[in-house]
């Protein structure tokens, strides 16, 4: 067997949501053996590594993110015997697998969670527990224990009787935190990780894992109420828990990536600097909040695209010059899809409309940055926003909830469903287009969350082997990301487009005589670009049937020149 030695900045991540995937018994539900099947569509496409979001056993509060026992699959997912199989047929493959490690939290279903409330006080010391504010003895639960709010809306702390304490939840009050500080839980969490590693796993995601080590007092914060997220973000000892965990699971120098939550540039540097033994690459969101008003989620803007140059410009430049390592990405199952939001609602499954330039733009800058590419299933094939005509068609526990919070704040049941069909986190979920056909080829039963409408036209049928599809672009980009030096490896500066050129985002790529420009527009108008430097170059690619003109960009034009 072929073993997976890949050097991660040479390789592309596909990211897999399992429920979503492919379904091979007809119950709606994407699973393990449907993975398998499409392995041979994941090898043409040509990516090294599959991310698997979470399929191990979970009462699904939160979409198998709220787990209740991390060492094996939930029967609605397939069997261990299934999950070998994968890795072993992706391995023939050269394909590796990477797991979801969701060690922040458990669900309230877990083993460990259970025993806590059955009175446990080994499991009790695994939580983070606190008494009321204001309670007049046992039993009474008073006031949460400070203002924090949770992720998804609402305290960040919920009373349990059986504790007589409140537990805090930084997601779903069905996710207890793990407390980190206590030595037991860091060495559980590692021997997780070790399970899967002896399994055969190739690397690792690590969920919100920049949220573990909370703030050493945890009091209120001033005003009303806070996100705690940002308030536990990289604290005080996350890195030293970090850094215990790879090595007592003996994952160092496997590809690994964090999610880091409300982060900062100097903590990713620190994550991911090879020297420091913690992980490969981390993945930050700055740059998908520039279409937030006001910075709230659920207030809708158009993208400012000033303020994404900005963000991309920080982090592709300081992760370099600090030696850390980006992984790239525009889409994941958190995200509404970049296509959508971009401007890419025009002539949906056609070349030369909006949908296409748009797709195939956004592709050419994630790919051609510096970092590690992830391809988030079905941006291969331009999967857009689901288009929902109700809420009921919604699944989403956050979502939910936020609807019912526009509606609280006054927005009409029409508008709150506007801002669903721009910012649901299922506009990036539903079902993966394979065909034209009934349930998309995704399913033969009803899915479990709504497919497109468009996959009449946006499907891997209609893709896979057609000159000039998205599919084929991708293909062709990985590929580029495994034979091109200067892609892989070149240093990154940003550029200056030029000020009749404000939604232009322009960056070079250098290496010893080698030299890659990149320009890539947002604007759905043509703009004039200053000199770039390109006289002595040649196009390399650009998503226009046609070559590109000089010193002018089209609507949504990107153009890579090299030397
Ligand atoms: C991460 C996951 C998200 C989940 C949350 C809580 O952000 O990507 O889907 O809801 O963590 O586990």
Not at 295 to 312: F, N, Q, Y
Not at 350 to 364: C, F
Request: net charge negative.
């Amino acid at each position: 067997m072929p073993t997976i030695e890949k050097d991660f900045r040479r390789s592309v991540v596909y990211q897999i949501y399992v429920k979503s995937f492919c379904d091979s018994n007809g119950d709606g539900l994407g699973d393990l053996p449907g993975i398998t099947r499409k392995l041979d569509y994941l090898a043409h496409l040509g990516v090294d590594y599959l991310w698997l979001t979470p399929f191990y056993p979970s009462p699904q509060k939160d979409n198998g993110y709220d787990v209740s026992d991390y060492c094996a699959v939930d029967p609605r997912y397939g069997t261990m015997d299934d999950f070998d199989e994968l890795v072993a047929a992706a391995r023939e493959r050269g394909i590796g697998i990477m797991l979801d490690m969701v060690l922040c939290h458990t669900s309230t279903e877990h083993e460990w969670f259970r025993q806590a409330c059955s009175g446990e006080e080994r499991y009790q010391a695994y939580y983070i527990l606190r008494d009321g504010r204001g309670s007049a003895g046992p039993g009474d639960p008073g006031e949460p224990p400070t203002n924090w709010e949770c992720a998804f809306g609402g305290s960040a702390w919920e009373w349990e009787p059986r504790l007589g304490k409140w537990y805090l939840h930084m997601h779903d009050a069905s996710q207890p935190d793990l407390d980190w500080t206590n030595p037991e839980v860091r060495e559980a969490c590692a021997d997780v990780v070790r399970f899967w590693r002896e399994r055969g796993v190739t690397g690792f995601r690590f969920d919100v894992i920049n949220l573990i080590s909370k703030p050493e007092v945890i009091e209120d914060v001033p005003g009303p109420g806070a996100a705690c997220r940002s308030l536990v973000a990289d604290g005080p000892h996350v890195h030293e828990y970090l850094r215990e965990l790879v090595e007592r699971s003996g994952i160092d120098g496997m590809i690994t990536v964090g999610e880091m939550a409300s982060t900062d540039l100097a903590n990713c540097v620190r994550y991911t600097r090879p020297d420091d033994h913690e992980l490969s690459m981390s993945f930050s969101f700055h740059h998908l909040k520039v279409d937030y008003a006001g910075g709230d989620k659920w207030a809708l803007a158009e993208p400012d695209i000033v303020e994404l140059r900005e963000v991309l410009r920080e982090w592709q430049e300081g992760m370099q010059d600090g030696g850390g390592w980006n992984a790239l990405f525009w889409d994941n199952h958190d995200q509404p899809r970049a296509i959508t939001r971009f401007g890419g609602r025009g002539g949906v499954g056609e070349r030369g409309g909006s949908w296409d330039l748009v797709g195939k733009m956004l592709s050419t800058m994630s790919f051609l940055m510096k970092g590690t590419p992830y391809v988030f299933e079905g941006d291969e094939l331009g999967m857009t926003n689901a288009g929902y005509d109700s809420i009921e068609k919604y699944d989403d526990v956050e979502s939910k909830n936020a609807y019912r919070m526009l509606l609280g704040r006054g927005s009409t049941p029409d508008e709150a469903l506007r801002v669903m069909g721009e910012r649901s986190r299922d506009n990036g979920r539903t079902p993966m287009q394979w065909t034209a056909g009934p349930g998309a080829g995704f399913t033969t039963g009803e899915p479990w969350l709504g497919v497109s409408a468009n996959h009449e036209q946006v499907n891997a049928e209609a893709e896979v082997g057609v000159e000039g599809s998205m599919f084929e672009w991708y293909r062709g980009l990985i590929a580029l990301r495994h034979t091109s030096d200067v892609v892989a490896l070149g240093d990154v500066r940003f550029l200056d487009a030029g000020s009749a050129a404000p939604k232009v985002i322009a960056f070079e790529r250098t290496l010893g005589e080698k030299r890659l420009v990149v320009a890539c527009s947002f604007d759905d108008e043509p703009c004039e670009l200053t000199d770039l430097g390109t006289d002595d170059m040649t196009v390399l690619l650009g998503n226009y049937a046609d070559c590109p003109a000089e010193g002018v960009l089209r609507p949504y034009e990107a153009v890579a020149w090299s030397r």
